[in-house]
C-alpha cells in the first residue's frame, strides 16, 4: 500500500474528515469560554481607588429625593410634542412658520 493510498483512504473517511474537527471545536470552545467567563470574575476583585469611592458615596442620588423634587412640579401647562424625523423641518413640525423665522433673523 503506497502513501497515495493511504492519503486517499484518510480523506475518504468520514470520521476523520467531519467528526475529528467537530471534536476539535466542542473541546476548544469549552477551553474558550472558560477564559471568557473568568473574565467576569476577575474584574470583580478589582478595587477601586478609595478616593473615587468617597466620592461615589457622597453622590448619593436616591429615588425618593427625585421624588421630592418633582412632587411639587405643576404639569398643567404640559404639552406633547413629537421630535421630528430626520427628512421633516423641525421649525414646521412644531407650529412655527419658517418664513416668519426668516424674517426675524434678517
Known amino acids: 500500500m503506497s502513501v497515495h493510498a493511504l492519503l486517499r483512504a484518510l480523506r475518504k473517511n468520514k470520521t476523520l474528515r467531519y467528526g ?9 470552545g469549552s477551553f474558550g ?23 461615589l458615596k457622597m453622590n448619593k442620588v436616591s429615588l ?6 418633582m412632587k411639587d ?16 423641518d423641525p421649525d414646521f413640525l412644531q407650529g412655527r412658520d419658517p418664513e416668519i423665522l426668516k424674517t ?3
Do not use: C, H
Open 20 to 28: 475529528v474537527p467537530m471534536l476539535l471545536l466542542i473541546v476548544g
Open 33 to 55: 469560554l472558560r477564559e471568557f467567563s473568568q473574565i467576569r470574575y476577575d474584574a470583580v476583585k478589582i478595587k477601586i481607588d478609595p478616593e473615587l469611592e468617597k466620592k
Open 64 to 69: 425618593e429625593s427625585e421624588y421630592e423634587k
Open 73 to 88: 412640579s405643576t404639569f398643567d401647562d404640559w404639552k406633547n410634542i413629537r421630535g421630528p424625523r430626520p427628512w421633516e
Open 104 to 106: 426675524k433673523t434678517t
